[in-house]
């Protein structure tokens, strides 16, 4: 049985249809990428399967079950982050990623949050005011929530090589591997 299986999705805003009959079956262990070109429907497929958007037609399965009879069960078993951020310009990098776990019900304790920071590089600048970083490192600060969030089976990262430099890039491929090695 497939862990996430997508049936004829669809979604139309106004006049302009943005996804068209959409199929994909995704395995255990199995890492996916979404490619095409600007305003082919990308983020709007992955914001649908995340459930931040209602598809027009289609259905969405985790585990062989309607992810809308799921609700809660399946946002719980994925974690999403987008083309743009989701900082907070006026939260330190460390108030960040802690809010941030507050609010999806997640433990992170004040080390296991500094480990995260480090782990993307971000080292001496956990005190910091996220409106005081490159734009490499507001995107390193929304990725620490991947060193968080490790036991969560399904990840949705939309354009998350966006900003990095290339030892950031490699890290982030290395983590991916890591995750979808782990199941």
Not at 144 to 168: C, N
Request: charged fraction near 25%.
């Amino acid at each position: 049985m497939a862990l996430l299986e997508v049936k004829n999705l669809g979604i139309s805003f106004g006049g302009l249809r943005a996804v068209n009959g959409f199929d994909i079956s995704i395995e255990k262990e199995a890492l996916y990428g979404l490619i095409g070109p600007n305003g082919a429907g990308k983020t709007t497929l992955m914001r649908i399967v995340a459930g931040l958007l209602t598809p027009t037609e289609g259905k969405i399965f985790w585990g062989g079950r309607d992810t809308k009879e799921l609700g809660g069960d399946f946002r719980a078993d994925l974690l999403y982050i987008g083309h743009l951020n989701g900082v907070k310009e006026e939260l330190t990098c460390l108030e960040n990623l802690r809010t941030n776990a507050t609010l999806f019900g997640r433990e992170a304790s004040r080390e296991a949050c500094l480990a995260a920071l480090k782990q993307v590089g971000l080292r001496g600048f956990e005190e910091e005011p996220v409106r005081f970083l490159s734009q490499g490192q507001h995107r390193r600060a929304s990725l620490s929530r991947l060193y968080l969030s490790e036991d969560i089976p399904l990840w949705i990262l939309d354009e998350p090589f966006t900003a990095l430099d290339v030892k950031g890039v490699a890290s982030l491929c290395r983590l991916i591997e890591r995750h979808a090695a782990s199941g």
